[in-house]
């Protein structure tokens, strides 16, 4: 089964802000350093599936934003462009 990479994603931010959290309640040290450790292996982890990702798309600069598309008529004043 594969695990996406909004997983990785997910299972990094919230370790890392459970570490924020602790921290600011004053617990133990060696608690937040361990956690921290581990946060940066899963941080470099998640860097590496993100990045090794087999994503494929059919979108190119020329696409820019779904939601703000650039319009392809000459005589719209785009700064775009």
């Known amino acids: 089964m594969k695990v996406s990479i909004q997983t990785y994603i997910a299972i990094t931010t919230?370790?890392?802000?459970?570490i924020t959290i602790l921290a600011a309640l004053n617990y133990?040290?060696?608690w937040i350093f361990y956690l921290t450790v581990i946060g940066q292996v899963f941080l470099l982890i998640m860097v590496y599936k993100v990045?090794?990702?087999n994503y494929k798309t059919e979108k190119t600069f020329e696409d820019f934003y779904e939601d703000n598309p650039i319009s392809q008529n000459k005589n719209e004043l785009n700064y775009r462009k």
């Open 51 to 53: 990045l090794t990702d």
């Open 14 to 18: 919230f370790l890392l802000f459970f």
């Open 28 to 30: 133990s040290f060696s």
